[in-house]
T-cell receptor, first 113, second 112 residues
Framework: DSGVTQTPKHLITATGQRVTLRCSPRSGDLSVYWYQQSLDQGLQFLIQYYNGEERAKGNILERFSAQQFPDLHSELNLSSLELGDSALYFC????????????FGPGTRLTVL | KNQVEQSPQSLIILEGKNCTLQCNYTVSPFSNLRWYKQDTGRGPVSLTIMTFSENTKSNGRYTATLDADTKQSSLHITASQLSDSASYICVVSAVSWGKLQFGAGTQVVVTP
Protein backbone atom coordinates (compact mmCIF):
# COMPACT_ATOMS: atom_id res chain seq x y z
CA ASP A 1 0.00 0.00 0.00
CA SER A 2 1.62 3.22 -1.23
CA GLY A 3 -0.55 5.52 0.86
CA VAL A 4 -2.02 7.15 -2.25
CA THR A 5 -5.73 6.54 -2.67
CA GLN A 6 -7.82 6.87 -5.79
CA THR A 7 -11.54 6.68 -6.32
CA PRO A 8 -13.42 5.18 -7.95
CA LYS A 9 -11.60 1.95 -8.83
CA HIS A 10 -13.69 1.38 -11.91
CA LEU A 11 -15.81 3.72 -13.98
CA ILE A 12 -17.96 2.86 -16.99
CA THR A 13 -19.56 5.64 -18.94
CA ALA A 14 -20.71 6.61 -22.42
CA THR A 15 -19.15 8.76 -25.10
CA GLY A 16 -19.77 12.45 -24.68
CA GLN A 17 -20.07 12.22 -20.90
CA ARG A 18 -17.98 13.86 -18.20
CA VAL A 19 -16.34 12.13 -15.25
CA THR A 20 -14.26 13.14 -12.26
CA LEU A 21 -11.46 11.04 -10.82
CA ARG A 22 -10.23 11.70 -7.31
CA CYS A 23 -6.84 11.27 -5.71
CA SER A 24 -5.63 11.69 -2.14
CA PRO A 25 -1.85 11.91 -1.80
CA ARG A 26 0.27 10.35 0.90
CA SER A 27 0.31 12.25 4.15
CA GLY A 28 2.90 15.02 3.88
CA ASP A 29 3.22 14.92 0.10
CA LEU A 30 2.60 18.24 -1.62
CA SER A 31 2.82 17.15 -5.24
CA VAL A 32 0.20 15.21 -7.15
CA TYR A 33 0.78 13.84 -10.65
CA TRP A 34 -1.73 12.37 -13.07
CA TYR A 35 -0.88 9.70 -15.66
CA GLN A 36 -2.80 7.91 -18.35
CA GLN A 37 -2.01 4.34 -19.36
CA SER A 38 -3.87 3.00 -22.34
CA LEU A 39 -3.97 -0.71 -23.13
CA ASP A 40 -0.48 -2.00 -23.89
CA GLN A 41 0.90 1.54 -23.72
CA GLY A 42 3.42 3.10 -21.40
CA LEU A 43 2.57 5.66 -18.78
CA GLN A 44 1.85 9.10 -20.20
CA PHE A 45 2.33 12.05 -17.90
CA LEU A 46 -0.66 14.39 -17.94
CA ILE A 47 -0.21 17.09 -15.33
CA GLN A 48 1.35 17.92 -11.97
CA TYR A 49 0.16 20.10 -9.12
CA TYR A 50 2.31 21.26 -6.25
CA ASN A 51 0.72 22.74 -3.15
CA GLY A 52 -2.36 23.80 -5.05
CA GLU A 53 -0.62 25.27 -8.09
CA GLU A 54 -0.14 23.75 -11.52
CA ARG A 55 3.55 22.87 -11.79
CA ALA A 56 4.05 20.97 -15.02
CA LYS A 57 1.97 19.93 -17.97
CA GLY A 58 2.43 16.91 -20.17
CA ASN A 59 0.28 15.40 -22.87
CA ILE A 60 -3.02 16.50 -21.45
CA LEU A 61 -5.91 17.10 -23.82
CA GLU A 62 -7.90 20.31 -23.69
CA ARG A 63 -10.95 18.22 -22.78
CA PHE A 64 -9.16 17.22 -19.57
CA SER A 65 -8.54 19.45 -16.60
CA ALA A 66 -7.34 19.00 -13.06
CA GLN A 67 -7.06 20.87 -9.83
CA GLN A 68 -5.57 20.45 -6.39
CA PHE A 69 -7.57 21.57 -3.39
CA PRO A 70 -6.37 23.19 -0.14
CA ASP A 71 -6.41 19.80 1.60
CA LEU A 72 -4.07 18.64 -1.21
CA HIS A 73 -6.40 16.11 -2.74
CA SER A 74 -6.71 16.36 -6.49
CA GLU A 75 -9.37 15.78 -9.09
CA LEU A 76 -8.97 15.00 -12.76
CA ASN A 77 -11.95 16.00 -14.89
CA LEU A 78 -12.46 14.31 -18.24
CA SER A 79 -15.16 15.72 -20.50
CA SER A 80 -16.65 14.97 -23.92
CA LEU A 81 -15.35 11.47 -23.47
CA GLU A 82 -14.32 9.43 -26.48
CA LEU A 83 -13.74 5.71 -26.88
CA GLY A 84 -10.00 6.36 -26.97
CA ASP A 85 -10.08 7.81 -23.48
CA SER A 86 -10.61 4.33 -22.08
CA ALA A 87 -7.52 3.71 -19.98
CA LEU A 88 -6.07 3.34 -16.53
CA TYR A 89 -5.57 6.68 -14.85
CA PHE A 90 -2.93 6.77 -12.14
CA CYS A 91 -2.26 9.39 -9.57
CA UNK A 92 1.11 9.66 -7.87
CA UNK A 93 2.38 11.88 -5.09
CA UNK A 94 5.71 13.07 -3.82
CA UNK A 95 7.02 15.38 -1.14
CA UNK A 96 8.75 17.86 -3.45
CA UNK A 97 8.08 19.24 -6.90
CA UNK A 98 11.08 17.80 -8.73
CA UNK A 99 9.25 14.68 -9.85
CA UNK A 100 11.38 12.28 -7.88
CA UNK A 101 10.27 9.79 -5.28
CA UNK A 102 6.76 9.37 -6.64
CA UNK A 103 4.43 6.85 -5.04
CA PHE A 104 1.63 5.61 -7.24
CA GLY A 105 -1.97 4.96 -6.36
CA PRO A 106 -3.88 1.86 -7.44
CA GLY A 107 -5.43 3.60 -10.44
CA THR A 108 -8.91 4.17 -11.81
CA ARG A 109 -9.95 2.06 -14.77
CA LEU A 110 -12.13 4.12 -17.08
CA THR A 111 -14.16 2.39 -19.77
CA VAL A 112 -15.95 4.54 -22.32
CA LEU A 113 -18.64 2.69 -24.28
CA LYS B 1 11.15 9.97 -30.18
CA ASN B 2 11.04 8.44 -26.73
CA GLN B 3 14.06 9.38 -24.70
CA VAL B 4 13.93 6.09 -22.80
CA GLU B 5 14.09 2.85 -24.75
CA GLN B 6 13.62 -0.53 -23.10
CA SER B 7 14.41 -3.98 -24.40
CA PRO B 8 13.24 -6.58 -24.85
CA GLN B 9 9.59 -5.62 -25.20
CA SER B 10 8.65 -8.89 -23.54
CA LEU B 11 10.23 -12.11 -22.40
CA ILE B 12 9.22 -15.45 -21.00
CA ILE B 13 11.46 -17.21 -18.51
CA LEU B 14 11.27 -20.40 -16.49
CA GLU B 15 10.82 -20.16 -12.76
CA GLY B 16 14.19 -20.19 -11.04
CA LYS B 17 16.10 -18.74 -13.98
CA ASN B 18 17.76 -15.34 -14.19
CA CYS B 19 17.04 -12.57 -16.66
CA THR B 20 18.30 -9.10 -17.54
CA LEU B 21 16.30 -6.16 -18.81
CA GLN B 22 17.85 -3.21 -20.62
CA CYS B 23 17.19 0.51 -20.56
CA ASN B 24 18.90 3.07 -22.80
CA TYR B 25 18.21 6.74 -22.38
CA THR B 26 19.07 10.08 -23.90
CA VAL B 27 17.60 12.28 -21.16
CA SER B 28 20.00 15.05 -20.28
CA PRO B 29 21.17 16.44 -17.95
CA PHE B 30 20.68 13.24 -16.02
CA SER B 31 19.50 13.26 -12.42
CA ASN B 32 18.47 9.74 -11.53
CA LEU B 33 17.08 6.52 -12.91
CA ARG B 34 14.44 4.40 -11.26
CA TRP B 35 13.10 0.95 -12.02
CA TYR B 36 9.45 0.28 -11.27
CA LYS B 37 7.54 -3.00 -11.17
CA GLN B 38 3.93 -2.82 -12.31
CA ASP B 39 1.61 -5.75 -11.79
CA THR B 40 -1.26 -5.94 -14.28
CA GLY B 41 -3.90 -3.36 -13.43
CA ARG B 42 -1.97 -2.03 -10.44
CA GLY B 43 0.08 1.09 -9.84
CA PRO B 44 3.86 0.96 -10.37
CA VAL B 45 6.00 0.23 -7.34
CA SER B 46 9.55 1.50 -7.08
CA LEU B 47 12.29 -1.15 -7.00
CA THR B 48 15.51 0.86 -7.14
CA ILE B 49 16.73 4.39 -7.70
CA MET B 50 20.22 5.36 -8.77
CA THR B 51 21.89 8.72 -9.11
CA PHE B 52 24.74 9.67 -11.41
CA SER B 53 27.44 8.43 -9.03
CA GLU B 54 25.92 5.01 -8.35
CA ASN B 55 26.81 1.98 -10.45
CA THR B 56 24.69 -0.67 -8.82
CA LYS B 57 21.77 -0.95 -6.43
CA SER B 58 20.12 -4.10 -5.10
CA ASN B 59 16.68 -4.79 -3.70
CA GLY B 60 16.41 -8.44 -2.78
CA ARG B 61 16.61 -10.50 -5.97
CA TYR B 62 16.57 -7.34 -8.11
CA THR B 63 19.88 -5.70 -9.01
CA ALA B 64 20.07 -2.58 -11.12
CA THR B 65 23.21 -1.26 -12.78
CA LEU B 66 23.88 2.12 -14.29
CA ASP B 67 26.52 3.32 -16.74
CA ALA B 68 26.01 7.07 -16.92
CA ASP B 69 28.72 7.41 -19.58
CA THR B 70 26.96 5.16 -22.07
CA LYS B 71 23.51 6.10 -20.71
CA GLN B 72 22.55 2.49 -20.12
CA SER B 73 20.94 0.68 -17.23
CA SER B 74 20.02 -2.90 -16.65
CA LEU B 75 17.78 -4.70 -14.20
CA HIS B 76 18.81 -8.23 -13.30
CA ILE B 77 16.30 -10.61 -11.74
CA THR B 78 17.87 -13.55 -9.94
CA ALA B 79 16.15 -16.89 -9.33
CA SER B 80 12.87 -15.68 -10.79
CA GLN B 81 9.60 -16.46 -9.07
CA LEU B 82 6.08 -16.59 -10.45
CA SER B 83 5.35 -13.35 -8.61
CA ASP B 84 7.97 -11.60 -10.73
CA SER B 85 5.56 -11.72 -13.67
CA ALA B 86 4.92 -8.04 -14.32
CA SER B 87 5.90 -5.06 -16.43
CA TYR B 88 9.20 -3.44 -15.50
CA ILE B 89 9.43 0.25 -16.29
CA CYS B 90 12.56 2.36 -16.50
CA VAL B 91 12.06 6.01 -15.54
CA VAL B 92 14.71 8.66 -16.03
CA SER B 93 14.69 12.10 -14.39
CA ALA B 94 16.43 15.13 -15.73
CA VAL B 95 17.95 17.68 -13.39
CA SER B 96 15.18 20.11 -14.20
CA TRP B 97 11.63 18.89 -13.80
CA GLY B 98 9.51 18.55 -16.84
CA LYS B 99 11.67 15.89 -18.38
CA LEU B 100 10.64 12.84 -16.39
CA GLN B 101 10.63 10.17 -19.07
CA PHE B 102 9.03 6.75 -18.86
CA GLY B 103 10.09 3.76 -20.90
CA ALA B 104 7.40 1.61 -22.48
CA GLY B 105 8.26 -1.25 -20.14
CA THR B 106 9.36 -4.85 -20.50
CA GLN B 107 6.66 -7.44 -19.90
CA VAL B 108 8.12 -10.40 -18.01
CA VAL B 109 6.26 -13.69 -17.76
CA VAL B 110 7.63 -16.35 -15.42
CA THR B 111 6.35 -19.83 -16.13
CA PRO B 112 6.45 -22.89 -13.86
Amino acid sequence: DSGVTQTPKHLITATGQRVTLRCSPRSGDLSVYWYQQSLDQGLQFLIQYYNGEERAKGNILERFSAQQFPDLHSELNLSSLELGDSALYFCASSVGYQGNGQFFGPGTRLTVL
Amino acid sequence: KNQVEQSPQSLIILEGKNCTLQCNYTVSPFSNLRWYKQDTGRGPVSLTIMTFSENTKSNGRYTATLDADTKQSSLHITASQLSDSASYICVVSAVSWGKLQFGAGTQVVVTP
